[in-house]
């Protein structure tokens, strides 16, 4: 079959060339030079392939579209922001100095130690086992209320401790200012 002789590539032909400088001024204006002609491309091809749905005046109709393909551009480019941003913080953790995650972790493994049985169980069961307090209270055979005060006075005292193991000489991560002694310098 001629393809001169199809009826519907005559019209969306002639349809492209009355408004293809509108939706192009329209793409340009909502999304820039560098992504104008995909908005256009996409916007007649959404067009042919509706082509039963092409109201008498088009132009309205192929704007709206035109809008939707903007907006799944933006959504899509939102997407890839944010999986780029999740991943610059996971490389920032993952070259963190590790010097400060090993002080970090001494200061908390000692002041752990210097506290009770009783304050280490406590602090942990909340903390690392992420236990509510309810569900402490069980573990440990005690009311919400008196969990409440014994968590209060072990975070005091684990605070003290903290403070202590940070100044502490053993914890803390030491610097080397000119590089390693020789022979020669000392």
């Not at 920032?92 to 002080?103: C, I, N, S, W």
Request: charge should be positive; include cysteine.
């Amino acid at each position: 079959m001629n393809e001169d002789n199809d009826p519907a590539r005559r019209r969306l032909a002639a349809i492209y060339d009355q408004h293809h400088r509108q939706v192009h001024a329209y793409a340009l204006s909502r999304a820039g030079g560098t992504l104008a002609d995909d908005v256009v491309s996409e916007t007649f091809l959404v067009a042919w392939r509706r082509f039963g749905e092409l109201p008498a005046d088009p132009l309205p109709w192929l704007l709206g579209i035109a809008r939707r393909v903007i907006f799944s551009g933006y959504r899509k480019e939102a997407r890839q922001a944010s999986i780029a941003a999740q991943m610059q913080v996971w490389v920032q953790e993952a070259t963190r100095d590790v010097a400060e995650g090993v002080a970090e972790k001494a200061a908390t493994l000692m002041a752990l130690a210097q506290l009770s049985d009783q304050d280490r169980e406590l602090l942990t069961l909340l903390a690392w086992h992420g236990l509510s307090a309810a569900e402490a209270a069980k573990v440990i055979g005690c009311s919400r209320a008196t969990l409440f005060v014994r968590l209060h006075r072990a975070r005091k005292r684990y605070e003290q401790a903290i403070a202590d193991a940070e100044r502490s000489p053993s914890t803390r991560p030491r610097r080397v200012i000119d590089g390693p002694r020789t022979a020669q310098a000392r």
